[in-house]
């Protein structure tokens, strides 16, 4: 494999490593995400000092917000860059590592353990994705309750936009998307003044139904307690909903 179809292969790790990834993304509402885990927090209710794992956590947006409701928390992220920026809020209760979700953490350990806003499905293959839900629920103590929140496929390819445009200072990305009969698809031109050569890098990920997520829980011992279908914690309509917010346990066997 030469470094060219490796680049493709790993999207992940150079793209949420640039800087053009942080400078687009910039903007993520923080008020969505606040409102989000205190919605998700009033339904599971954790006991105080909870040990929680944000799995692929990028700068740790949700992971500071767990902190500051007094749990113990964690964030791990496969970008150098993403958890250089998070460290700057470190502390007591908060602790951030580079760590690839596909390999164990702290096997048995947490009581809870979150996949916020469709950090999976990244990879080329089934194994892969196995693997990496396999190792989640290993940092999970028997018992323990793993929330999954990833686009509703159907909703989402339904309401694509074919291409966009976005000028961020001096910077122009062309942004196009499109989905085949496995993955949805975005591909990102930047066109930057101080780069005389445009860059492309592209986003993949899985279109994973809602049937599919629950056989991959059922290998992994995870039993589906809740689903839902927004960040407002609405009821999960396969049709309608945006995304798929799935709510399960770790069974004791």
């Not at 999976?120 to 999954?148: C, K, S, W």
């Not at 307690?225 to 798929?244: E, K, L």
Request: charged share 25%; with cysteine.
């Amino acid at each position: 494999m030469n470094e060219s179809e490796l680049q493709e292969k790993e999207w992940y790790r150079n793209w949420f490593n640039s800087p053009y990834y942080h400078k687009l993304y910039a903007d993520r509402d923080e008020r969505e995400a606040a409102d989000f885990i205190d919605r998700l927090i009033d339904h599971l209710q954790p006991p105080p000092h909870s040990k929680m794992l944000d799995i692929a956590c990028g700068k740790g947006r949700h992971s500071f917000q767990l902190a500051q409701k007094n749990y113990l928390v964690t964030g791990i992220d496969i970008s150098p860059k993403s958890i250089q920026e998070a460290n700057v809020s470190a502390g007591d209760l908060l602790e951030f590592y580079i760590h690839d979700m596909r390999l164990p953490f702290r096997i048995n350990y947490y009581d809870y353990a979150f996949n916020f806003f469709t950090s999976f499905g990244y990879f080329d293959t089934l194994t892969e994705h196995r693997n990496a839900l396999h190792n989640m629920t290993l940092a999970l103590q028997p018992g323990g309750i793993f929330v999954m929140d990833y686009l509703n496929p159907v909703y989402t390819i339904q309401h694509l936009q074919a291409s966009s445009e976005i000028q961020i200072e001096n910077i122009r990305f062309l942004i196009s998307r499109w989905a085949d009969e496995k993955y949805i698809y975005k591909r990102i031109t930047i066109e930057d003044p101080d780069n005389p050569t445009p860059k492309s890098f592209m986003e993949k990920v899985a279109h994973f139904n809602l049937n599919d997520f629950t056989e991959m829980f059922t290998e992994n011992h995870l039993k589906m307690n809740a689903v839902f279908g927004d960040y407002q914690m609405n009821v999960f309509d396969a049709d309608r909903s945006p995304r798929m917010i799935m709510i399960a346990q770790k069974q004791r066997v």
